[in-house]
């Protein structure tokens, strides 16, 4: 059972474009919320992240967005940039006892054309 | 960047041997997570700690165990390697409950 679910595997942008990339979320225990970003042959590095008591968050060009009655966040990078051009991950953690361990999408690579 | 290094960081071997990967954090952080990442999955936890000698279980723990007999050190062992443990392995640290810093990861190919 996938708990959190990144529905599109690829997104073409162009450069100066806003990019949005979609994350839904099933665990209603889930109460925050971290976006990551990969280039291949490295590990993922943390972006941004938002607290289920927030609608969004804002860091320079990035701004994640809640809706917790829809389940849904999505992560917008505008302007768009081609050294964006990475994998990214949706993660969320929350509910008691466990709330150490992060859940994953699986994952959405951006490719940003010049 | 969080002071994590993964040994070895690229790695062949057989089907049936034992293959252990180690994670090195000089962060002093109380949590350390492994990982591994395959196409089509994204990134899946295997086992966890949360203290020294205090380790558990992940989504997909089996093949798989792990030791932390000092803060620093995280080891993640294959007792006897398969095929479909072919991946690549992340190692992340954490001190509070939400944010992991990753490792470079070490790929695995087991033949």
């Known amino acids: 059972d996938q708990q959190v679910k990144q529905n599109s595997p690829s997104l073409s942008v162009q450069e100066g474009r806003i990019s949005i990339l979609n994350c839904d979320y099933t665990?209603?225990?889930?109460?925050?919320f971290l976006w990551y970003k990969k280039y291949p042959a490295e590990g993922p590095t943390f972006l941004i992240s938002i607290s289920s008591i927030k609608d969004k968050n804002e860091d320079g060009r990035f701004t994640v967005f809640l809706n917790k009655s829809a389940k849904h966040l999505s992560l917008h990078i505008v302007p768009s940039q081609p050294g964006d051009s990475a994998v990214y991950f949706c993660?969320?953690?929350?509910?008691?006892?466990?709330?150490?361990?992060?859940?994953f999408g699986k994952g959405t690579l951006l490719t940003v054309n010049p | 960047d969080a002071g994590i290094t993964q040994s070895p960081r690229h790695k062949v071997t057989e089907t049936g041997t034992p293959v252990t990967l180690r994670c090195h954090q000089t962060?002093?952080?109380?949590?350390m997570y492994w990982y591994r990442q395959d196409p089509g999955h994204g990134l899946r936890l295997i086992h966890y700690s949360y203290g020294v000698k205090d380790t558990d279980k992940g989504e997909v723990s089996d093949g798989y165990s792990v030791s932390r007999s000092k803060t620093e050190d995280f080891l993640l062992t294959l007792e006897s390697a398969t095929s479909s443990q072919t991946s690549v392995y992340f190692c992340?640290?954490?001190?509070?409950?939400?944010?992991?810093?990753f490792g470079p990861g070490t790929r695995l190919t087991v033949l």
């Open positions: 665990n209603s225990m889930f109460d925050y």
């Open positions: 993660a969320a953690t929350g509910g008691g006892g466990s709330n150490y361990k992060l859940t």
């Open positions: 992340a640290i954490s001190e509070a409950y939400n944010e992991q810093f």
């Open positions: 962060e002093n952080h109380r949590y």
